[in-house]
């Protein structure tokens, strides 16, 4: 292995001028990644990882300070220092009215392959994806788990000595992301690779070899995940009870000042205290009888947490208020969402087949699935925004078949992307919405004011929704899906890309809402969020494989081998028998 870094930054800097104002994305940088390893590169948003990774690509240039790219000065010699490296942005450019073969001819041609290379590699490459039965499917038709492999194979057509990934497997589901790692190790296996990449899943953070944690354009630390988790030891517990819910628990843990951080985690609530051995919060809870509290192995994302969260309590501004009920509300009991014998056909296509489950009143309910199961297909019949082809859909009480338009009136949908008028400005865009939802002026005026303040887009009233950080997209997002007080809130892949801070404060609104009675129904790629769910159902090829609660879940795949599976054991678990059985069939 070479010992010679792949990368060196020596006080790099570089600044944006945004909205007027000078912003420094990456500011005095000094760090190196080490060749033939995997680096992670880990953040919030707004930290400076893609700035980082576009200057190491010499596709940006430094204000001041010496990149080194495989010992080339990439502000001297940026091409040749691309002409050696493998570049995957966040939005990778497939070309979606080319077939998967033509994507990676294309490629190939960019990158002035041989001729004679390139079938072997082809072959190697499709091996590698499982992309080998759909070469002749258009990239646009593919899910997006497959788009991203697609994306993965094009960098690779020719092997580069570095290999750059910029949030690969965001928005990916979990067996997706599993076969992504698998093909990066195995490039660092076999051709000595070196990888850089950056993820919004603390996960995946120990899979790397080193970790380079930055905040505000700086390196907060660099090292082994490891070296971050292990002096958190003493200050990490798991903490739960039977006289509470797992929402009000981490509710009342959360308002705790010797606590940084309580997150939902299965049957109990995680929790990360300010000081080590600090557990005098269960003082605070002594009208809970069956308080138990025990120590838990650390893990990155505590430390991560520890370094990055703020000081100050959250609660006042960060949850909405508690929801004024209406005489229009729906009942508190009984079902509000019914789906029964669901059915979407594309031709002769089904995209979805047979699907059934209901939802109660104030519940979180998650659908989950592997990219391309059928759940955002189930997800936009469900809003009214696809036709149903045949089953029963009754939402808010009406049957979505002969009055979607009154039911969508009930309703609140977050879209999985930002799906708002960027050129509009935040205001604009509440004030759009309050209109379009036909609230009165005075309700109009009531509502967006308290949007403003409640998400704390106060400051950002002005400026121009496309402009916003990520972290305050979502957050706009969520307002304008609010501002008209529905009793049912359809969230699709509402985290995807934010970082784990941003998703913290999400969770704790949504949280708030399902205890003043909002049913909320939701999808998600985070398996940890999936823990939230009171019930979730899990689906494959448009079909439901498995219903109940996140414990049903696990405690299916309980083992002596896996005394403690996780969601994402579940999940993957379930997914394996499905095909399993489907081979067997076939």
């Known amino acids: 292995m070479d010992s010679v870094p792949a990368i060196v930054f020596k006080g790099v800097s570089k600044g944006f001028d945004a909205a007027g104002a000078g912003v420094k994305a990456v500011d005095g940088l000094d760090i190196g990644v080490a060749s033939g390893k995997v680096t992670g590169l880990i953040g919030p948003d707004g930290a400076g990882k893609t700035t980082l990774m576009r200057l190491a690509a010499g596709l940006l240039v430094p204000d001041e300070g010496v990149i080194q790219v495989l010992g080339i000065d990439v502000v001297r010699h940026p091409l040749e220092v691309q002409s050696s490296i493998g570049y995957m942005p966040q939005r990778f450019g497939l070309y979606e009215d080319l077939t998967v073969q033509e994507n990676l001819d294309l490629y190939a041609d960019l990158q002035a392959v041989a001729r004679a290379d390139r079938q072997p590699r082809y072959r190697e490459l499709m091996q590698m994806t499982g992309l080998a039965p759909f070469k002749r499917r258009l990239a646009g038709r593919l899910s997006g788990g497959m788009k991203q492999k697609l994306g993965l194979a094009c960098t690779l057509v020719r092997p580069p000595r570095l290999l750059l990934l910029d949030e690969a497997t965001v928005g990916v589901d979990p067996v997706s992301r599993r076969e992504l790692w698998s093909i990066v190790y195995r490039q660092v296996r076999e051709r000595g690779m070196t990888v850089l990449l950056s993820t919004a899943y603390l996960d995946e953070a120990s899979r790397c070899e080193s970790l380079i944690l930055m905040h505000q354009g700086k390196c907060l630390g660099q090292g082994s995940p490891r070296s971050f988790s292990e002096p958190m030891r003493g200050r990490v517990f798991r903490v739960s009870t039977s006289s509470l819910g797992r929402r009000s628990l981490q509710g009342r843990l959360s308002a705790e000042p010797g606590i940084l951080d309580a997150i939902i985690e299965g049957e109990q609530v995680r929790v990360v205290t300010r000081a080590s051995g600090d557990m005098a919060f269960a003082g605070q809870l002594s009208d809970v009888d069956d308080l138990r509290v025990a120590p838990a192995e650390p893990i990155f994302e505590d430390a991560f947490i520890s370094m990055l969260k703020r000081d100050e309590a959250t609660a ?100 999985q992307r930002f799906s708002l008028y960027e050129n509009l400005t935040v205001a604009e865009n509440l004030r759009f919405f309050a209109s379009a939802y036909g609230l009165s002026r005075a309700r109009r005026r009531e509502r967006i004011a308290w949007a ?97 609660t996140p414990a049903d879940m696990k405690a299916r795949f309980r083992s002596p081998a896996q005394p403690d599976p996780t969601m994402e054991d579940a999940f993957i678990g379930l997914i394996e028998q499905h095909e399993q059985e489907r081979e067997g069939v076939a």
């Not at 009991?333 to 056909?345: A, M, N, P, S, Y």
């Not at 205890?515 to 090829?541: K, Q, S």
Request: aromatic share 8%; net charge negative; proline share 4%.
């Open 316 to 415: 006042a501004r960060t949850v909405p208020g508690r929801r004024k009920e209406t005489p229009g509300s729906v009942p508190d009991t009984g079902e509000v969402i019914e789906v029964r014998d669901l059915q979407r056909r594309f031709g002769d296509f089904y995209a979805v087949r047979g699907v059934t489950f209901s939802v109660r009143r104030g519940e979180i309910f998650g659908l989950l699935g592997a990219n391309g199961a059928g759940k955002t297909t189930t997800f936009r019949m469900l809003c009214g925004l696809l036709p149903v082809s045949d089953g029963v859909v009754r939402v808010a009480g009406l049957d979505l078949r002969r009055a979607a338009a009154r039911a969508r009136g009930r309703l609140g949908y977050m879209a």
């Open 452 to 548: 403003l303040e409640a998400f704390e887009l106060d400051t950002y009233a002005g400026a121009s929704s496309g402009e916003l950080p990520q972290g305050y997209k979502q957050r706009l997002s969520m307002a304008a899906a609010l501002i008209h007080e529905p009793d049912i809130l359809f969230l699709d892949e509402p985290t995807s890309g934010v970082d784990p801070l941003a998703r913290r404060e999400f969770w704790q609104r949504i949280n708030a809402l399902a205890e003043t009675g909002v049913t909320v129904l939701v999808t998600t790629h985070f398996m940890d969020e999936a823990n939230y769910c009171d019930r979730l159902v899990i689906m494959a090829e448009g079909e439901v494989l498995a219903e109940g």
